[in-house]
């Protein structure tokens, strides 16, 4: 089993900046891909940014420039520095993790999310 635990969410005025963090815990053996996705209200969950195992990053294209993905793999955490929000970046963000555990087993896990709200 493994656990993810999210945090840094909140309330922030358009223009400023907001670090999100998503820890994992349990049985993991390797971790590969870390990444964060967003869902706003009424609309699907997209992808917001992603980092590999060997450090490449994709972003998508409302973010670029703007955020950051990073993660330090000793403390199996992966990082989102947000910055200049705007008020469309306001939603639930997730974080998901891809790896192997214990067992040998694959597995992808999904944090239980934290608000983001970006007010005009």
């Known amino acids: 089993q493994v656990q993810l635990v999210e945090s840094g969410g909140g309330l922030v005025q358009a223009g400023g900046s907001l670090r999100l963090s998503c820890a994992a815990s349990?049985?993991?053996?390797?971790?590969?891909?870390m990444g964060w996705h967003r869902q706003a209200p009424g609309k699907q969950r997209e992808l917001v940014a992603v980092i590999g195992s060997g450090g490449n990053t994709n972003y998508a294209d409302s973010v670029k420039g703007r955020f950051t993905i990073s993660r330090d793999n000793a403390k199996n955490t992966v990082y989102l520095q947000m910055n200049s929000l705007k008020p469309e970046d306001t939603a639930v963000y997730y974080c998901?993790?891809?790896?192997?555990?214990?067992?040998?087993?694959?597995?992808?896990?999904w944090g239980q999310g934290t608000q983001v709200t970006v007010s005009s």
């Open positions: 349990g049985s993991i053996s390797v971790i590969n891909a």
């Open positions: 998901n993790v891809d790896g192997v555990d214990y067992f040998s087993s694959t597995f992808k896990y």
